[in-house]
T-cell receptor, first 112, second 116 residues
Framework: QKEVEQDPGPLSVPEGAIVSLNCTYSNSAFQYFMWYRQYSRKGPELLMYTYSSGNKEDGRFTAQVDKSSKYISLFIRDSQPSDSATYLCAVKEEGGSEKLVFGKGTKLTVNP | GAVVSQHPSRVICKSGTSVKIECRSLDFQATTMFWYRQFPKQSLMLMATSNEGSKATYEQGVEKDKFLINHASLTLSTLTVTSAHPEDSSFYIC????????????FGDGTRLSIL
C-alpha cells in the first residue's frame, strides 16, 4: 500500500461546480497536510497548509483533515476554468525529516 | 512572499554536456532546499535534500556524482547534471523552506531539460 493514495482522475466539471478532491494516507505519523496546484509545465503552487483536524478556508478553497480516518480533502467552490490544473496532496511527519510524501495528483478540468 | 526562482526554465543540449540549474529564494532565507524530478503525468520524485553549508543528502538510487548539488548560501542552491544523456531528460523542480522546520515547501517553476 502506498503511503498516500490519490485518484489521478481525470476529473471534468462545468464552471461553477463544487469540486471535491481527496487523498488517504496510511501512516498516523503524518501530521502536516498540504494541497498544491500545478499548472502544466510549471512548479507546484501551495494552496493550503494545515496541521490539525478540521476545516481551513481560504477564499473559494476549503481544506478538510480527518486524522481519525486518515483522510484529507480539498473543496473548490464556484469553480472557474482557471482552476483547471493538477492538484497534489502532500503530507509530512512532525519533527525530523522535512520530506514531503506526495499523492499522484488529480487532473482537473473546469469547462466554461 | 515566499517566492522561489529557478533558472533556466528550458535547456536543450547535446549528449555529454553538463547542465547547471539554479534555485534562488528571492524574499526569504532557505536553510533547506530540495530537488525533485518529475516525469510526464507523474508526481514529483525527491532526488536530494540540500542544506546550506553542508553536503546534500541523496535519495536511494540517485547518483550523487551524476547530480551535483551545491548550497553555498541561504538563498541559492544549484543542481548540475554532469555529462547528461537522453535518459536524463526530465522536468527538474526545486523547492525551499522558509525559516524553521515544519514550514511548507515553496516551489520554483521548474526546468525542462532535453538532451539530444
Amino acid at each position: 500500500q502506498k503511503e498516500v493514495e490519490q485518484d489521478p482522475g481525470p476529473l471534468s466539471v462545468p464552471e461553477g461546480a463544487i469540486v471535491s478532491l481527496n487523498c488517504t494516507y496510511s501512516n498516523s505519523a503524518f501530521q502536516y497536510f498540504m494541497w498544491y496546484r500545478q499548472y502544466s509545465r510549471k512548479g507546484p503552487e501551495l494552496l493550503m497548509y494545515t496541521y490539525s483536524s478540521g476545516n481551513k478556508e481560504d477564499g473559494r478553497f476549503t481544506a478538510q483533515v480527518d486524522k481519525s480516518s486518515k483522510y484529507i480533502s480539498l473543496f473548490i467552490r464556484d469553480s472557474q476554468p482557471s482552476d483547471s490544473a493538477t492538484y497534489l496532496c502532500a503530507v509530512k511527519e512532525e519533527g525530523g525529516s522535512e520530506k514531503l510524501v506526495f499523492g499522484k495528483g488529480t487532473k482537473l478540468t473546469v469547462n466554461p | 512572499g515566499a517566492v522561489v526562482s529557478q533558472h533556466p526554465s528550458r535547456v536543450i543540449c547535446k549528449s555529454g554536456t553538463s547542465v547547471k540549474i539554479e534555485c534562488r529564494s528571492l524574499d526569504f532565507q532557505a536553510t533547506t532546499m530540495f530537488w525533485y524530478r518529475q516525469f510526464p503525468k507523474q508526481s514529483l520524485m525527491l532526488m536530494a535534500t540540500s542544506n546550506e553549508g553542508s553536503k546534500a543528502t541523496y535519495e536511494q538510487g540517485v547518483e550523487k556524482d551524476k547530480f551535483l548539488i551545491n548550497h553555498a548560501s541561504l538563498t541559492l542552491s544549484t543542481l548540475t547534471v554532469t555529462s547528461a544523456h537522453p535518459e536524463d531528460s526530465s522536468f527538474y523542480i526545486c523547492s525551499a523552506i522558509e525559516g524553521s522546520s515544519n514550514q511548507p515547501q515553496h516551489f520554483g517553476d521548474g526546468t525542462r531539460l532535453s538532451i539530444l
